[in-house]
C-alpha cells in the first residue's frame, strides 16, 4: 500500500467520521452551561461578581484565586493593560474548553510584566549599576538589548550578577533612555491544565509569554506576542493535542517551543514569526518553532524570518526520538548572515545526538530562501526523512548532510541561486544510502558538491561519485518572478519530477496537472488549452 495515499485516504475518512459523531455526540451530550466573567482593568473592581461588563473584575491576580467550570469564559476589555502575570488555575473537558479571550473592539487586551529602573550607580568606563534581578532582560528604549557574559559589558548591554544588575548604555548615560525591567518569565501560565483556550491578547514586554507544562489540548489563537526575552510560546511535558494557529510573533528569544516527554501530536499553523534572538542578545537557540524530543507533530503553512537558529528546528536527544513530524507550506527567508557560529541560520534542522533517532520525518512544499543552509539532516535512522518539492533561493548552503545522515530521500526539490554547495556531505561517516533524484541544480557552480568531505568538481563528478541525481539535471528553472517561484510554461521542471503521491503544492492546486509532478514547490497550472482532456490520469484528477 503506498503510505501517501494511504494516509490521505484516512484523514479524509477519519474527518468525515469525526463530524458525524460530533453531530451524535452534540445531539446527546448533557448540556454544559457557562458563564462569562468580565475583566476591565481602569473600571473593573475586585469585590464585583464579574458576571456584567458593568460589574467586571480588575485584576488577573483576582482571575487566578478564582475557580471556573468547563466552557466558561473569562474576557478581557480591549485597549485595556494589565501589568501583571496570570497563573490559571482551572481547566475545561472535552467539548467544553475554558476560553481566555477579549471583549469590547479596538487594540488587544495587553499582558506586560515590566517596571521603569531609574537611580543607576556608576561603575566607571561607562557602566552603571543597580540592586535588581533583572535576569529576565531589559528593554532599552523599547528595544531588546544584548546580555553581555560579564560585568564590564560593551556598548547597549546589561549583564546579572549576584543580585545586581549591570548596564552600559548604547549612548550617553541611563538617565538618556527609558528602561524596562523585565520581571517575570511568564505572562500566562497553565501547570498541568487542559482545555483551555487563549486567544486574541497581546503580550509584551517579560521573560516570557505563554508557559504551558503538562495537561493537553491547549489551544493559543490569534494572539500578538512581541518584545518577549525568552519563549513567546513553551508547551513543555505536555500529554500533547496542542495548537498554536494564526499568532503573530516578534521580537522574542524563541517563538514556539515544544519539549516532549511525551508532548506529542501538536499542530502549529498559520503562524507569522520573526525576530527570534536575531541579534543574538543572548545564548538561547533562536528558534522561530522549536521541536525537542517531539512526534506526530504538524508544522504547517508559517511565515517564519529573521532567526539566529532554524527558523523549524528538531532536535532530539541521547534515547529520544522525533519521528513523523510533518513540515510542510511554510515559507522560510533572511536567515543569511555571519553570525557566531556556522551552525546559526540553517532554515530546517533534524538534528540528533548520538542514539538519539529521527525518522520518517516529511518536509515537502516548502519555500527557503535567503538562508545560510537550507535543510540540514543528521544521525537519522530508518526509514530516513523525506525531502520533497521545496524550492531553494539564494541559499550559501542547499542540503548539508553531517554526523551519520542517513537514509534521506531528496526529490523534486529546485536549488537556485546557492552560492557554495548545492549539497554538502560533509563528514566521512554520512551514509551510502542517502537518494537523491529528479532535482534541479542552478548553477553549476565550481566545486558545488561535497561527499563525504571530498569537494567535486561538478554536477556531473556528483553523480558518478554518488550514483545519484539520475534524473537530475542542471538549469536554470525559469521561475515567473524571485517572489512566488511559479514555474513560466517553458520550464525544463514542468512534468521532470517523480510522482510521490502529494495532493497539492506551495498554493493549494493539485498535483499533478498534466503528466507528472513538477519540480520544485509550485506545481504549473497549464490553460485550458494546454491539458489534454483524453488523458485518463487527467480526468481521474478532476473527478477527485
Known sequence: MNHYNFFFGFKKTFYLVLLVCCGILCLHAAPCF?????????????????????????????????????????????????????????????????TLGAYGTGAQPKFTHSSLVTGWSSEGNGVYSKLINAREGIFEDGQMIPEASDKSCTDGNWHYSNGKTYYKPTFGSPNHHELLQCISYYLIKLDKKSYINIENIQMTYSGGGIHVYGGSHISIKNCNIVNIFGWAIQLKNTEGYCSATDNTITNVIDGIYLVGNPGDHHILSNNIISHCNYGEYNKRDGHGIGLQNTNNNIILNNIISFCRMAPIGLWVAEGKTGNNNLISYNRISNNKKSYTSSYFGTAISITSEEGGITSGNQVYYNIIETCNVGIKLSRNNIPGNLIYNNTFFNCIQGIKLSLGADNNIIVNNIFFGTEELHVNSQHQDVGNNNKFDANCYYPDIPNGFKYKGYALKNFSAWKTKTGSDSKSFVSDPLFVDFVSFILRPESPCIDSGINVQLLKDFNGISVPQMKTVDIGANEYLPSSDEINLSSPKRLRIDSQ
Open 34 to 98: 457557562s458563564a462569562i466573567y468580565y475583566v476591565d482593568a481602569s473600571n473593573g473592581a475586585d469585590t464585583n461578581d464579574g458576571l456584567k461588563k458593568s460589574s467586571a473584575w480588575k485584576t488577573l491576580k483576582k482571575v487566578e484565586k478564582s475557580s471556573f467550570s468547563p466552557g466558561d469564559f473569562v474576557l478581557f476589555k480591549s485597549g485595556e493593560v494589565w501589568n501583571e502575570q496570570l497563573e490559571f488555575n482551572s481547566s475545561g473537558n472535552k467539548g467544553n474548553p475554558i
